[in-house]
C-alpha cells in the first residue's frame, strides 16, 4: 500500500472536513456531543437568570381588544385531561414550606385576584394574545411560607405526568399566576381546567396545566419538554 | 507557463484568518440549526393572523440534509451552544480591525460611491482599466461593511426573539417579536446570497486570494493591494 504524503493528506482533508459536515447535517449529535450540548444549555440557563433577567421587569400588558382569534392549546395525554364529576380537586401546596395546605377552588377565588391581557410566546416561534385571571403566585407562597431551602418550584399535573420545574424568582414575578379563568371565562379542559400557571414571562411549554401539585424544593426539578432537551428556564 | 513576477506579500494577519474559518463553519452550524428551528413554525407572526410580509418558504419544510439538530430541542440546543463562538469570533475580529485601524481600509463612507461605480462598470467589462484602489475596492469596501453590519444585525434580532420580555426594548426596536423573527430569518438569505457572491469573486475574480485567507501569503495579480 503506498503511504499517503504529505500532498496526499492535505487533499484528504480537504474532502473529509466539508464531507463530515454534510454528514453531520440531520443528525442529532450523538451521545457525546448531545451531553456537551446540554452543558451549554445549562450555561445559558445561568446566564439567562442572573444577566438577562429581572425580576421587576413586567411584560407588555394589551387592551383586551388586541385578543387574538385563536388560542392553541395541547397536552400530552391522547385524550383532553378532564376530572371526573365526582372527582374532588384541591391543589396540593408543600414541600420546604412551613405551612403546607390543600387549596380547593373555590379557596383559591377568595384569594387577591389578577387579570391581564398579555402575550404567549410558544417555543415553537408563534405568539397569541389573550387574557388570564387568577391568584398570583406569591399569594399562595406567603400562605404556605417557604423556608430558606426553597430555591425552585415544582409544578405537577394530571396531564399524563407532565411537570416543570422553575427557579424561584420566575414563580414570585408579580405576572406569574395560578390561573382558573381565560379570556373572561372560567378555564375549559382545552386550557388546562381547572387551574393552570400562567405568566407571560416564560415560554408556553414552562406553563403547567391541570395543576395538581405545587411543591417548593432545594433541589432543581427538571420538567417534561426539558427532561428532552428544551431550555430549562424557558425565560424569556 | 513562465514564472509569475507578482512578490508574494503578506496579506492577512493569523487572527483575521482564524475567525473567518471559524465564522464560516459557526455561521454555517447556525443557518442550519436555524432552519431546523424553522421547521416548528413555518410562518410568521400569530397562528391564526400571519403577517403581511413576503415569504417564498412559507409553509416549506427544508430538507433534512441541510438541517442540524434532529428536531425543534436539538435545533435549539445547537443554535444557542453556536451562537457563543459567533458572537466571540465576532468581536474578536471587530476588537482586531479597531486596534490596528485597520477598519479605516474596511468601512464604507459617502465618498466611496463614485470609485465603487467605477468599479462595477470594470467589472461589467464597461470600463477597461482596473480603477486604483488600496487593500480593497470600493466595492468590497461596502461588501465588508454590509456584511459586518448583517452579522451584527443577526445577533440584534436573535437577542429580540430569545428574551422579548427582558430585551423588550431592543425587540420593539425590530418591530415587535412577530417581526423580529422576520428580520432574523431575512438575514440568513442575505449571509447565502453574499456568500455566493463572496466566493464567486474569489474564484473568478482572484484566485490566489483563497491561499492567502489560509497561509496569509499572497502571490497574485494585485500584490499593491495590501
Redesign the interface.
Known sequence: MASLDRRDFLRLGIVAGPAA??A??????GPLVKS???S??RL?DWV?ENI???SK?L??VYPPSAR???M?GYFISRQVPTLGIAQPWALEVGGDVKAPTSLTLEMLQQLPRVTYTV?H?????????ATWTGVPLSVVADLVQPTERARYVRFDSFDNGYYNGWDMASAMHPQTMLAYAFNDRPLMPDHGAPLRLYS??KLGYKLTKYLTKMTFTSTRPGGY?ED????WLG?? | MTESPNPRVRRHHGLVRLTHWLNA?VL?GMI?SGLQ??G??R?F?????QLPVPNPFDGYTFP???????????G???H??LA?PLVFTGLTYLGFLIATGQWRELLFRPSDVKPAIEMQLYYLRLRKEHPPQGKHNALQKGAYTFIMALGAISVLTGFAI???????WLTSLFGG??LA?YWHFVAVWLFIAFTLVHVGAVLLADRASLPSMITGWYKGKFPSHG
Request: charge should be positive; glycine fraction near 14%; aromatic fraction near 14%.
Open positions: 459536515l454534510v453531520g447535517c440531520g443528525w442529532d449529535g456537551k450540548l446540554a451549554m444549555s445559558n439567562g438577562l433577567q429581572s421587569r411584560a407588555t387574538s382569534g385563536t392553541p402575550k410566546h410558544c417555543v415553537e416561534g408563534w405568539t397569541a394574545v407571560p414571562i419538554w428532552q432537551g428544551y431550555p425565560g424569556i | 463553519i454555517t442550519a428551528i424553522y416548528a413554525f410562518h407572526g400569530s397562528k391564526e393572523a433534512e440534509a441541510v438541517r442540524l439538530g434532529g428536531w425543534l430541542a436539538g435549539l440546543q445547537w444557542f451552544a457563543w430569545y428574551k422579548p420580555v427582558q430585551l423588550s417579536f412577530e423573527r
